[in-house]
């Protein structure tokens, strides 16, 4: 039995007009719903649109409490929206395929996504299993995601002999390009020396494989196509999107390597006739570092077993072939539950990232999971 699919032809029926983040870290005395509402005010400025343009909101609800729902961010915002809706586990992929799906389904026309948290200053607690079969992880001492991803990684060097020192080119690219992000939260410097003198937290995997706990917020506009050209910014169009589940967990042969990521990146290729060749960024939603090693491979941008040595050959750092999270990603920007990599890749794609714009890119991908039971990945594209 395979897990389930989901696919939509969408391309280019929709667009994404305006991006906003807040500043990121530490943001000592603010709600998450306040934050959420810096971030969507944000985003319509950069549209060139106000809140009255607005006739559709999703938001996605946070670690903080009963924070980030639809009927909060709205009464605080001053929205009535014809459409409104909270996603439980709404990272930036899942928020936004539901936002073209109700535009496309007439619910809405203009749809504001956002996400605001205040779980670092709050000192909210990641020291709990999440999804389904938790009480059974726990038993087994895996709390936190770090523990069964070193579990994944384990098995990723039995099957192929990665090495530590090839894991570790992920977090030091990624933290190359951090230094190039102004909105960074790690932006000193950082050598693979320096991440294998780091202590593991669940060894193999050290402090850098992991995400920091961040306070922050982003928010993204999205339109209709037809509308979109209205807009005061160069639209960025969702070319494609695909969705997998794995919701029976580890009752899913070889669940560790996540075999249904692969599922959802032949589902994308397939249906929006674009291949791994294409793509001039990947954005990967990197709770880990074990997640972008994975990801290169289950969207064929190298064969099984090869992102280890495809990574200590430099491909996604500054000046690599693959730019990978430019914006820092999860490991050195913040994190923000795969939303700023959205944020970004719109900006790659409107050419507004200074000096780490890679040249005249056309196709972004954005990929996404919930550890192991679900994926989600979004292709965007600009057009002449």
Request: glycine share 10%; proline share 4%; aromatic share 6%.
């Amino acid at each position: 039995m395979t897990a389930s699919t989901g696919t939509m032809n969408v391309a280019m029926t929709t667009a994404i007009v305006g991006v906003g983040s807040t500043r990121q870290g530490e943001l000592p005395g603010r709600s998450a719903n306040d934050i959420a509402a810096e971030a969507i005010a944000l985003a319509l400025d950069d549209a060139g649109l106000a809140k009255d343009d607005v006739d559709g909101l999703i938001t996605c609800r946070n670690l903080t409490g009963r924070s980030g729902i639809d009927e909060q961010v709205g009464q605080l915002l001053g929205l009535n929206p014809a459409y409104s809706a909270t996603l439980d586990y709404g990272t930036g992929n899942f928020s936004l395929h539901l936002g073209v799906m109700a535009i496309a389904a007439g619910l809405a026309n203009t749809v504001v996504l956002a996400y605001g948290t205040n779980q670092r200053s709050q000192r909210v607690n990641f020291g709990n299993t999440v999804g389904g079969g938790a009480e059974f992880a726990a038993a087994a001492g895996l709390v936190h995601v770090a523990g069964p991803a070193a579990l994944a990684f384990r098995r990723h060097q039995h099957l192929y002999g990665t090495t530590e020192e090839q894991l570790g080119w992920v977090s030091v690219a990624q933290r190359e390009w951090a230094q190039l992000n102004p909105l960074s939260v790690f932006r000193n410097r950082m050598t693979i020396d320096d991440y294998l003198s780091a202590p593991y937290i669940a060894e193999p995997l050290r402090r850098p494989d992991l995400t920091m706990v961040s306070d922050g917020g982003a928010a993204l506009v999205l339109t209709r196509a037809d509308r979109a050209v209205d807009c005061a910014k160069q639209p960025v169009h969702v070319a494609g999107m695909a969705e997998r589940t794995a919701l029976r967990g580890y009752q899913n042969p070889d669940n560790l390597m996540r075999p249904w990521l692969s599922d959802t990146a032949r589902d994308l290729w397939s249906n929006t006739g674009i291949g791994p060749q294409d793509i001039d960024a990947l954005y990967v939603q990197d709770a880990t570092s074990v997640w972008v090693l994975q990801m290169l491979e289950a969207y064929g941008f190298c064969d099984q077993g090869d992102a280890g040595p495809f990574l200590q050959e430099g491909h996604t750092r500054p000046g690599g072939r693959l730019p990978v999270n430019t914006n820092g990603g999860q490991l050195s920007e913040s994190y923000l539950w795969g939303w700023l990599h959205l944020c970004e890749a719109v900006r790659q794609l409107r050419g507004e990232c200074g000096d780490r714009q890679i040249s005249s890119p056309i196709y972004a991908l954005d990929c996404s999971s919930h550890d192991f039971l679900k994926a989600a990945a979004t292709l965007l594209a600009v057009t002449s």
